[in-house]
């Protein structure tokens, strides 16, 4: 996957799904961080909902996707796209942290420089959607409205008064049961209570789920029509982009000037071409803990388990231990959700799931690394994480992808020392090269010149210990700063 | 400290502290497992349960310490007798776990083969007592009645209809707020809860502390008179005691064949030569989880906290976040007990904190090691602790004491690398020795026999990582098994 190919080996009568995955995912902490949101964690299987949204969108009828993320998820993006399968993908950069509507421009102009009336599906990466197959039907039959013009969303019959969400008011002879698309008589963003409960009661209205198919041309012109503000530096820095490594990167100057506005207050509030197709599937955006409790398949106590989680005598209560190494126990909790993971732990009454956010600038307040980092760092090259860390020593795990290296580099002040677990590594040091198969290990002494290689054909794992009086990581001089990506 | 030193540098006038700490706390999982039990973890401050008993009863008055300890076990006392600066202590090994009755019958024979009129004082090791000179004072307030004969035991004002506890039951002309020694009208054990709120309620009733003064002489004519089956079996089982390292092992044949009673059953229901001294101290047994949570010292809305923990909300709620790589958040919280270790995190009702027990088959049965495992492993030489593990390979941390060494040993499938972080070490392989310093590393491939000893003045750590496809532990072979202790 390159740059280059974006839109190559497709046909214009494919969809590109445009996979939004900037946001956090701050209900949801410690799993989702700024260092590694919801979208990219494994919350209800196996995958995470990014890659099952890449999945869901993709085979006959989809072009490869086009991924909108944040510059410090450009590698996990990478590395989840490539474990789909789904290949030819592109990801383009924000540069800075905007809401939906930036994104939405700037994919629908990016798009329209090689085709206009090319057909995009506008999806957040986070939301679960299990029946694939059913989904990829709704979105077939919005296909005509779309090609037509038509700004088609999806949406949702509602099942509680929900006051988060977008709502979509169907006008009084459509029925909602209709496969569609039918006409929007209104768009309410986020009501009110007594509005929600309304809306629920009158049985004329959907949830928003906020996944939109249209042409880029008619998303443009919905933009000049109703958030023509966004057009200057959305324009500017789309025609700013430069290829980074494989990525697509706005340019940062126009991006910054860009207002930080929802594709729902920005359009889809105020646009009179919107139709509606109802998808009558489970759909949940887990919008916190509770939510994830319930998409986890609790069972008739209302326990949701995962890991090594043992419950005596619970009800309405999720245990999810979240690292190998780690035993849970609840005893006779009633509407408790429990997260544990190998260097942060939850534990919140489940009436409060919302308010699991305000973690964040608490933990932040005492400087604890935990409010948004994350132990696994990834890079471009594979990722690293850390295993243990005390004053004198860090050991971290270390994965390099087959052809990848790392930046030659020094430190001043902590020794180094690797210890292969898999793969090969090619090491040099101060201009001397060595081979390291498994088992076998090296030292990097304070100040020597080294860089880090996997030649083989495998990952290379190893281990890696850090001693010395200083380990900071600013204790670091790189020597150029070319990565090699894996192939 | 040697076994040799029994009763050296002592004289008759003192008071022998006699420590039990065989017990394993399965109500405090996980900071108490059977393999680092609750009298030796930091519960509620800096030092250990354990360490607090035995500085508490130390001092002008007091010999050295006869502590009575599990096999497992003895290292652990060994290393927390040492930090306490207290000198000349002996630890009495039981070869299995009995209840507390054979425990004292063992201190009293041994201690009676120098001097029969020695003064005991029989305590456990995992009580809260604050106050130690308050309490020492109520001890001197027993000896006399002790010398004459008498059994003294220490009793506090209850607060609670406790079903758990024995009960001191006073004459009608006592006074409990004397100072005591006061006459026993009955012993009480483990009431059901009637008689506990009627004991309550007619303020004539101590809770028994189940620390007990007297000579070696009356205690084991108790035995003969009130539980002569003991006699045979722990008298054969001191006969055998034979020095094992610097420790004293009971003969674990006639050990085992000695009744499971505890010395409450055993005597104290029969004995009719009792007296009890009130403590009007603070003191607590810390019995579960909601007991540490008051003996943490709470704020006005019950919250006590530990570690990096942070409560949004919560109320009658303990947060202890047990390990330094940690942080715990909860929110909205009420009367809720959560301990999270490195391996193994505890949520409980605090109305369930008994219950916590239960835990420990819930986990066997999933064969988790944190049942009864801890991650750091006390030795002769010092400790190993788990840092990491997965598949292909495993991190320890390793202290070694000054002039310690392990045993000569080699492993057929897995190889370790080692890294020194603090102090020296001295590694042989296939007889070849080397010095290694800080920062410095060295590999053992499969197949070397090889030692690892600490020449230096100062503890060495060493980081090591075990590689290879298989890292079982009993990939082991040692070559003779002569540790050397640190001096």
Not at 115 to 123: F, H, N, Y
Not at 388 to 398: C, E, Y
Request: one cysteine or more; aromatic letters at 6%.
């Amino acid at each position: 996957m390159t740059a280059a190919d974006s839109g190559s080996g497709t046909t214009a009568e494919e969809i590109v799904p445009v996979l939004l995955c900037g946001g956090t995912g701050t209900r949801l902490w410690p799993v989702s961080r700024r260092a590694y949101p919801k979208q990219f964690a494994a919350l209800t299987g196996a995958e995470s909902l990014f890659q099952a949204s890449v999945r869901r969108l993709s085979g006959p009828g989809f072009a490869p996707p086009l991924v909108v993320t944040g510059s410090d998820y450009r590698f996990i993006a990478t590395e989840q796209l490539n474990l789909t399968g789904v290949t030819g993908g592109t990801v383009l950069i924000e540069p800075a942290a905007r809401s939906t509507a930036p994104a939405v421009l700037a994919a629908s102009l990016w798009l329209a420089r090689t085709d206009p009336d090319r057909l995009m599906l506008v999806a957040p990466s986070d939301h679960v959607i299990p029946d694939a197959a059913g989904f990829r039907a709704a979105v077939a039959r919005g296909r005509e409205a779309a090609l037509a013009g038509r700004i088609v969303t999806f949406g949702i019959a509602p099942t509680s008064p929900e006051t988060g969400y977008g709502w979509l008011e169907l006008p009084g002879d459509a029925r909602p049961a209709d496969p569609g698309p039918l006409p929007l008589a209104g768009f309410v963003e986020k009501p009110g209570r007594a509005r929600a409960e309304a809306m629920l009661a009158g049985g004329k209205s959907l949830w928003n789920t906020g996944i939109f198919l249209f042409t880029a041309r008619s998303m443009i012109a919905a933009f000049h029509a109703h958030a023509a503000a966004l057009i200057p530096p959305v324009e500017a820095a789309v025609a700013g982009i430069r290829p980074d490594l494989s990525f697509l990167r706005l340019d940062p100057a126009p991006w910054d000037a860009a207002p930080d506005i929802s594709i729902d207050y920005a359009v889809m509030e105020k646009a009179r071409n919107i139709s509606v197709v109802p998808y009558a599937g489970h759909w949940s955006d887990l919008g916190d803990w509770d939510a994830v409790r319930r998409e986890m398949g609790p069972d008739d106590k209302g326990l949701a388990l995962s890991g090594q989680a043992v419950a005596i005598d619970c009800r309405n209560t999720m245990l999810r231990a979240d690292s190998d190494g780690l035993a849970l126990v609840g005893i006779g909790l009633k509407n408790i959700l429990v997260v544990a993971t190998s260097d942060a732990v939850l534990v919140a009454d489940a009436a409060r799931a919302q308010e699991v956010r305000q973690a964040i600038p608490a933990l932040k307040a005492r400087g604890l690394r935990q409010a948004e980092d994350f132990p696994r760092d990834y890079r471009p090259w594979g990722w690293s994480e850390t295993l243990a860390r005390s004053d004198r020593f860090q050991v971290n795990r270390i994965l390099v992808r087959p052809g990848a290296a790392l930046s030659l580099q020094s430190h001043a002040r902590r020794a180094e020392h690797w210890i292969v677990v898999t793969g090969t590594a090619r090491v040099t040091r101060d201009g001397d090269a060595r081979l390291l198969s498994e088992n076998q290990s090296l030292d990097i002494p304070p100040g020597t010149v080294h860089r880090l290689e996997n030649p083989g054909a495998i990952p290379l794992m190893l281990v890696e210990v850090q001693t010395g009086a200083s380990l900071s990581e600013d204790d670091i001089i790189r020597y150029g700063d070319v990565h090699v990506r894996s192939p």
